[in-house]
């Protein structure tokens, strides 16, 4: 199968931005210069895996290995990009 | 998995959400005398600031309260010579740091102790893209100082966002202005049309633009936002309310969001809430922070909708402007509890109208702050 289009970049979080989880709501955050992003669902556990060294294929098999049966191939990837648009990771 | 903009969690108990933002104005004091400040007319004098431990322990109550995130501002941050003392604080209450500097005193040893004590990203103002014009504006010379800031800044590898106060003297730059942070490679660029708070409102009559300007400089921001790739910066556009007949949404609610604490330590739901004669805010020498935000009656007074007056009390917006700015509504009419009369829909929005619409404004003179007493 052929890869999507972008699956071969390594996406790792903009310098700008702080991941840290926040005890006091209990929330993952990403934390910017002018706004803070809480993170719903399973983001913060693909974010976790980006760190540079992964690719988004590498993070998508990862995910399959560890989420059986979910749809990590369809969902993870237009996910990061979106993630990259805003400028969130690079 | 979906990342969410925070939005106020539906709490079990009758608490208040938490704060998720501290805005510390360090000091009154500022080498620049912008007409369009937003300082209130009765600045602090520097023997009443909150001193370097007392903002520790600010800093220590607001992020075990839930305070993420910290813009250290002024005046100019920068004169406060604990500066640094002040972000490891932060850092250590797990609080993000934003620098908001004119860049006036800004050198590299001053940037690399603020960078080793945690300090994450730095926003830097800039009055005009022209080094003269900038100057005049700020009331004093500045631009080769903020040029330097910029490129210091940059040097570091921190973040670096660029604030411009847009008013009748700049808005036809807006190009110049766009390229200017281009030029100094900054990552985000503000275009904020001026608040009237403070000097600002004081000075109003010389800073408000015509509907003109205004059309022709929000098109040359559409146009940029255009251009500009996905790498380039993030162009930032606040609106002015006073021209587009829509209440701003004010700190997205009071008492809701986040808090400002100034530089004697009153602790206000917003920065121009020092203008309400009878908030009697509370001050952190006094009270624990926790105390503030939840059963404060400055805190309380306009939080949620239950204070509202028609038309906000019935209006299908009222959960998403708040009824604009308390503080507004105040100057404007004399009443606090009135809608903003930025908004097309409030009684009192002929107010704006006519201001928005003076032929004559533009004449008046900038009146400028004398700097902050030491004693």
Same mark, same amino acid.
């Given at each position: 199968?052929?890869?999507?289009?972008?699956?071969?970049?390594?996406?790792?979080?903009?310098?700008?931005?702080?991941?840290?989880?926040?005890?006091?709501?209990?929330?993952?955050?990403?934390?910017?210069?002018?706004? +803070?992003?809480?993170?719903?669902? !399973?983001?913060? $556990?693909?974010?976790? *895996?980006?760190?540079?060294?992964?690719?988004?294929?590498?993070?998508?098999?990862?995910?399959?290995?560890?989420?059986?049966?979910?749809?990590?191939?369809?969902? +993870?990837?237009?996910?990061?990009? !979106?993630?990259? $648009?805003?400028?969130? *990771?690079? | 998995?979906?990342?969410?903009?925070?939005?106020?969690?539906?709490?079990?108990?009758?608490?208040?959400?938490?704060?998720?933002?501290?805005?510390?104005?360090?000091?009154?004091?500022?080498?620049?005398?912008?007409?369009?400040?937003?300082?209130?007319?009765?600045?602090?004098?520097?023997?009443?600031?909150?001193?370097?431990?007392?903002?520790?322990?600010?800093?220590?109550?607001?992020?075990?309260?839930?305070?993420?995130?910290?813009?250290?501002?002024?005046?100019?941050?920068?004169?406060?010579?604990?500066?640094?003392?002040?972000?490891?604080?932060?850092?250590?209450?797990?609080?993000?740091?934003?620098?908001?500097?004119?860049?006036?005193?800004?050198?590299?040893?001053?940037?690399?102790?603020?960078?080793?004590?945690?300090?994450?990203?730095?926003?830097?103002?800039?009055?005009?893209?022209?080094?003269?014009?900038?100057?005049?504006?700020?009331?004093?010379?500045?631009?080769?100082?903020?040029?330097?800031?910029?490129?210091?800044?940059?040097?570091?590898?921190?973040?670096?966002?660029?604030?411009?106060?847009?008013?009748?003297?700049?808005?036809?730059?807006?190009?110049?202005?766009?390229?200017?942070?281009?030029?100094?490679?900054?990552?985000?660029?503000?275009?904020?049309?001026?608040?009237?708070?403070?000097?600002?409102?004081?000075?109003?009559?010389?800073?408000?633009?015509?509907?003109?300007?205004?059309?022709?400089?929000?098109?040359?921001?559409?146009?940029?936002?255009?251009?500009?790739?996905?790498?380039?910066?993030?162009?930032?556009?606040?609106?002015?309310?006073?021209?587009?007949?829509?209440?701003?949404?004010?700190?997205?609610?009071?008492?809701?969001?986040?808090?400002?604490?100034?530089?004697?330590?009153?602790?206000?739901?917003?920065?121009?809430?020092?203008?309400?004669?009878?908030?009697?805010?509370?001050?952190?020498?006094?009270?624990?922070?926790?105390?503030?935000?939840?059963?404060?009656?400055?805190?309380?007074?306009?939080?949620?909708?239950?204070?509202?007056?028609?038309?906000?009390?019935?209006?299908?917006?009222?959960?998403?402007?708040?009824?604009?700015?308390?503080?507004?509504?105040?100057?404007?009419?004399?009443?606090?509890?009135?809608?903003?009369?930025?908004?097309?829909?409030?009684?009192?929005?002929?107010?704006?109208?006519?201001?928005?619409?003076?032929?004559?404004?533009?004449?008046?003179?900038?009146?400028?702050?004398?700097?902050?007493?030491?004693?």
């Amino acid at each position: 199968m052929k890869a999507a289009p972008g699956t071969d970049w390594r996406p790792v979080p903009a310098p700008a931005i702080v991941r840290r989880h926040d005890p006091v709501r209990d929330a993952d955050l990403l934390i910017l210069p002018e706004r +803070v992003v809480v993170l719903t669902g !399973r983001a913060e $556990t693909v974010l976790a *895996l980006c760190d540079g060294t992964r690719s988004v294929r590498g993070i998508v098999d990862e995910l399959a290995e560890r989420f059986p049966g979910a749809p990590v191939a369809t969902d +993870v990837p237009p996910f990061l990009e !979106r993630l990259r $648009t805003e400028g969130w *990771l690079r | 998995m979906t990342p969410a903009d925070p939005t106020p969690p539906t709490a079990p108990s009758s608490a208040p959400a938490r704060p998720w933002a501290l805005l510390a104005e360090l000091t009154h004091a500022c080498p620049l005398h912008c007409g369009y400040c937003s300082n209130p007319l009765e600045l602090t004098r520097r023997s009443r600031e909150l001193t370097g431990e007392q903002w520790t322990d600010v800093m220590r109550q607001a992020g075990e309260f839930g305070v993420v995130h910290t813009h250290l501002s002024g005046g100019e941050p920068l004169l406060r010579r604990d500066l640094a003392e002040i972000v490891t604080a932060a850092e250590a209450a797990g609080i993000y740091t934003q620098l908001v500097t004119s860049g006036v005193g800004l050198d590299r040893d001053r940037l690399s102790t603020l960078a080793a004590a945690g300090l994450r990203s730095v926003q830097l103002s800039v009055q005009h893209a022209d080094p003269r014009a900038s100057d005049r504006i700020a009331g004093r010379r500045s631009f080769a100082e903020k040029e330097r800031a910029a490129g210091l800044v940059r040097a570091a590898g921190l973040p670096l966002g660029l604030n411009v106060v847009l008013h009748r003297e700049n808005l036809d730059a807006i190009d110049a202005l766009i390229e200017l942070g281009l030029t100094w490679g900054v990552d985000r660029i503000e275009l904020a049309n001026t608040q009237f708070y403070g000097w600002g409102l004081l000075n109003r009559a010389a800073l408000l633009p015509t509907r003109d300007q205004l059309a022709r400089a929000r098109d040359a921001v559409e146009r940029w936002r255009e251009r500009l790739t996905p790498d380039g910066p993030d162009l930032v556009w606040v609106v002015p309310d006073y021209f587009d007949g829509v209440a701003k949404p004010c700190m997205g609610g009071w008492g809701a969001v986040s808090l400002t604490v100034t530089p004697d330590g009153t602790v206000l739901p917003c920065p121009a809430a020092a203008s309400l004669p009878d908030l009697d805010p509370p001050n952190i020498r006094d009270h624990p922070l926790a105390w503030i935000w939840d059963h404060s009656e400055a805190f309380t007074r306009y939080r949620g909708t239950d204070w509202m007056a028609d038309p906000c009390r019935t209006c299908s917006r009222r959960d998403e402007d708040f009824g604009g700015c308390r503080c507004q509504a105040y100057a404007l009419t004399g009443d606090a509890t009135r809608t903003d009369p930025a908004c097309r829909l409030s009684p009192d929005h002929g107010l704006i109208r006519s201001l928005a619409d003076d032929s004559t404004k533009g004449r008046g003179v900038i009146r400028r702050r004398v700097p902050v007493r030491g004693g």
